[in-house]
């Protein structure tokens, strides 16, 4: 079974701190994404990677950076955290192309960040 | 640009009766159309996919999706609906025009009442 493993669960922070989410996959999975989940607002790329050390900008990347050092690990840093950040963010990983069957997105489980 | 729409914030359905859940989505390219689950304070769960072939595709836990081209369509349908069904659901595409990223519906709540 695909693994995507997110460091924490939930998470309390307080502004201005600087927040470390971290997400590794043991599927050797090219591809790696960070969403942000809002009510109402389904779910927002933030950023994504298709190799090592690459990254692109998604949808809100503004706020946030990302590493990719290892081709399993993938880390999200909120450089000074605010209250609108508060949010679900999710992790998740795939193949690099469409050809094949294995073509689908696999998740975390999640990590429930506040900040206060 | 790619986009999908899910009409309904919610869909209420009595257990035992077909449910439906509906998508539409735009793109440039071919269409790579995929259906998730998320149950309370989860990650999303895989459902099913159409990438090529049969319109019909059928998937986990009893559930099946109609690919429809000229309806640009992908409903998520099951035909007998269970309380253990009731989550929010999200559909997703992949355009082969557009490159690595999924694009994702706003998500449709479903309630099956017993």
């Known amino acids: 079974d695909v693994k995507v493993t997110q460091s924490s669960r939930y998470l309390v922070k307080r502004t201005g701190e600087k927040v470390f989410l971290e997400c590794v996959q043991d599927?050797?999975?090219?591809?790696m994404f960070w969403y942000r989940q809002d009510p109402g607002l389904g779910l927002r790329l933030i950023y994504f990677?298709?190799?090592?050390?690459?990254?692109e900008k998604g949808d809100i990347p503004e706020g946030y950076s990302v590493s990719r050092e290892k081709k399993e690990r993938f880390s999200l840093i909120l450089e000074s955290a605010s209250t609108n950040q508060t949010s679900m963010y999710l992790c998740?990983?795939?193949?690099?192309?469409?050809?094949?069957?294995?073509?689908?997105?696999?998740f975390g489980q999640g990590t429930r960040l506040t900040v206060v | 640009a790619q986009s999908v729409a899910q009409p309904e914030d919610q869909v209420n359905v009595a257990e035992g009766n077909p449910l439906t859940v509906k998508c539409t989505y735009s793109v440039s390219g071919n269409p790579y159309l995929f259906w998730y689950v998320q149950y309370p304070n989860r990650g999303l769960q895989f459902l099913l996919k159409?990438?090529?072939?049969?319109?019909l595709v059928k998937g986990s836990y009893g559930f099946e999706a109609e690919f429809n081209k000229s309806q640009t369509s992908f409903h998520l349908k099951k035909p007998s609906a269970l309380v253990s069904d009731s989550a929010l659901y999200f559909c997703a595409v992949r355009d082969d025009n557009y490159g690595q990223n999924f694009v994702f519906g706003p998500g449709t709540r479903l309630s099956v009442l017993p």
């Open positions: 159409y990438i090529t072939g049969d319109n």
């Open positions: 599927m050797d999975h090219e591809n």
């Open positions: 990677s298709y190799d090592v050390k690459m990254k």
């Open positions: 998740a990983s795939s193949f690099l192309g469409l050809t094949g069957a294995n073509t689908e997105a696999f």
